[in-house]
């Protein structure tokens, strides 16, 4: 089966810095990949994904690219702020598959 | 919309007593899925139901846990028996079926085993 691996496992940064979060996949047939944010106390929610047939797509001060050959893909954050500090989980699934395997998640604090 | 409802959010049982997590999907979706979370490790996937079928248990343990998604009502997951180490949050997604769509969640429920 799947499998992904995420890393870092914890992020610290300063007020408008930008923040990288790296995921590694295992099944080359995965072509879509989300990534969840949790903050604390609350449900994960889908904040960006990515598929297959792009290398990479943005969304504010959110963008995530896709290496294929690599099997792996990645989130930036730029300019953070504060409310980013949050777990983040990256996730893969593969074609015809409706479960996603996910990332054991990256905890990003912002420092103010 | 709702949104996906689960209950109850904390749920206290002792040692050997049974636990019942209820889930209600949000309109519209037939698709349920069961994960796991304990600190540090994430979210791990236990089951993948639609109505009145189980699609895929891999994740579920083989003893004292069970999951079903009758055809009216909420999806239960149940586990018989507890021990401490099922002490956990228990997140219920659901989607509305479609291949490679995203997960919607609720907002879970904290079981403590004493």
């Known amino acids: 089966g799947e499998n992904v691996e995420q890393h870092p496992s914890t992020l610290s940064v300063q007020e408008g810095d930008s923040a990288v979060i790296k995921c590694t996949y295992s099944d080359s047939a995965s072509n879509y990949f989300p990534w969840y944010k949790q903050e604390l106390g609350k449900r994960p929610q889908l904040i960006i994904d990515i598929r297959s047939n792009v290398g990479e797509k943005k969304d504010q001060r959110i963008a995530v690219t896709l290496n294929k050959t690599a099997k792996h893909f990645s989130l930036h954050i730029t300019e953070t702020q504060p409310e980013d500090s949050a777990v983040y989980f990256c996730?893969?699934?593969?074609?015809?598959?409706?479960?996603?395997?996910f990332g054991r998640g990256t905890s990003l604090i912002v420092h103010p | 919309n709702a949104g996906v409802m689960q209950n109850p959010r904390h749920l206290v049982r002792r040692r050997g007593q049974e636990a019942r997590l209820r889930c209600s999907p949000m309109k519209g979706h037939s698709h349920v899925y069961w994960y796991r979370q304990l600190p540090e490790e994430g979210l791990k996937f236990m089951v993948y139901?639609?109505?009145?079928?189980?699609?895929?248990e891999s994740g579920m343990p083989k003893e004292r846990f069970s999951a079903e998604f009758p055809k009216e009502g909420p999806s239960i997951l149940r586990i018989q028996q507890v021990v401490r180490g099922d002490s956990a949050a228990y997140f219920c997604?659901?989607?509305?079926?479609?291949?490679?769509?995203?997960?919607?969640f609720g907002s879970g429920t904290q079981l403590s085993v004493l």
């Open positions: 139901l639609q109505k009145e079928n189980i699609i895929d």
């Open positions: 997604a659901s989607s509305p079926g479609t291949e490679n769509e995203k997960l919607f």
């Open positions: 996730a893969a699934q593969s074609g015809g598959s409706y479960i996603p395997t």
